[in-house]
């Protein structure tokens, strides 16, 4: 690299890149401090000038006045410093200028390695600002290759990484297929950013309600809480402060149109939409949806419900493997203890007189078989 070359390089630098001149030319003269030392064998204490102007470098050997000199590599003689001139008095630093012939090649070779590393880093950083504001977002990419550890996604700028925890069962991935995934975590490592992506994560859930439904994003209907078993089943309880909102309705869409579009992002994952209430037997009686409830009884101490569902309603409340259960008491934070209306009424906890939840658990079930 010659040293019109070097210098254009750090001007372009500079302007597409926003790398300040001065802190580069900082590096190159460290790293060629280094390099003289490295290649001459030398141990006194240099000093490299790089001329910004002409593109010149120039090394000086720094040495402390003295009256006595121990190491002629480190120290003058002040006889011989008032030889250079007559003003240096004892502790002043003399500099001598010692570049060596052969210098120029290794100095520009040194120059392009710290202007090479210093644009690798500042692009690194440039990756690391734009990807750090994803964190918590959705992303389109483009999935690779794979191997027993990773998914390779595409995501643009830079090459994003999907463990094998974080797909969903139910999905086959193949080079070139395009996928929604949600940004779990970014961070800087030795080899430059580093992207962890998710599909089983709530997030994505929530960000595809977001994309879906105007309504979410706009903050009309809020999404208060979302248990999931990706790939599988999930739960989303929402709430709108406006009385006037059907917020289930919203999610839901026109026929069944927004959530669709999600199942099918999802591969067939089915999805329950509750909603939300501040009353706990509400709350609870929505989340076991589509079962029907017939009470719920409240410990607040130990935050446990006990739900008495109708006998022919037990083992779709319960659900496959205690799916239902499971999201449900996942959803609203609560244990859910499920019981059949004749076991109920064994344990003398609930009466055939009592007037059933049927009404006000009737919040809409997107459940698409």
Not at 351 to 360: G, M
Request: hydrophobic share 35%; charged share 35%; aromatic share 6%.
């Amino acid at each position: 690299m010659k040293s019109s070359e070097l210098l254009d390089a750090l001007t372009i630098l500079e302007k597409e890149k926003g790398i300040s001149k001065d802190i580069i030319v900082e590096a190159i003269e460290a790293a060629l401090i280094s390099a003289y030392k490295r290649n001459f064998h030398q141990a006194q204490n240099v000093r490299v000038d790089f001329n910004q102007d002409t593109g010149s470098i120039r090394v000086f050997a720094r040495k402390d006045v003295v009256e006595e000199v121990e190491d002629s590599r480190l120290e003058i003689s002040l006889e011989d410093a008032k030889d250079i001139d007559r003003q240096y008095e004892l502790e002043d630093i003399v500099e001598i200028e010692v570049t060596p012939r052969n210098f120029g090649r290794i100095a520009a070779q040194t120059a392009k390695q710290v202007v090479t590393q210093r644009v690798r880093e500042a692009e690194r950083g440039i990756i690391f600002s734009e990807f750090i504001e994803r964190e918590d977002d959705i992303m389109t990419g483009i999935v690779q290759r794979q191997d027993h550890r990773f998914i390779y996604v595409d995501l643009g700028r830079i090459e994003a990484l999907l463990p094998a925890g974080e797909q969903m069962p139910n999905e086959t991935y193949h080079s070139h297929d395009r996928i929604k995934v949600y940004v779990t975590k970014v961070e800087k490592t030795t080899k430059g950013p580093q992207v962890m992506v998710s599909r089983t994560h709530p997030g994505l859930l929530k960000r595809l309600f977001e994309l879906e439904v105007p309504e979410i994003f706009d903050g009309t209907v809020e999404v208060k809480s979302i248990s999931r078993e990706a790939g599988d089943r999930s739960k989303i309880a929402v709430h709108a402060e406006d009385p006037e909102v059907d917020p289930v309705g919203s999610c839901v869409g026109q026929r069944g149109q927004r959530v669709q579009a999600i199942v099918n992002e999802l591969k067939g994952e089915k999805i329950d939409i509750v909603s939300w209430s501040e009353d706990i037997v509400e709350y609870v009686a929505n989340a076991l949806s589509p079962s029907k409830v017939l009470k719920v009884n409240v410990d607040e101490e130990n935050k446990m419900t006990q739900v008495i569902v109708p006998d022919y309603q037990l083992s779709l409340a319960i659900g496959k493997r205690g799916q239902n259960a499971r999201l449900a008491a996942k959803l609203t934070g609560w244990k859910i203890d499920i019981k059949s209306q004749s076991e109920a009424e064994e344990l003398g906890i609930y009466s055939a007189d009592e007037a059933p939840l049927f009404e006000e658990n009737d919040a809409e079930d997107s459940d698409l078989d």
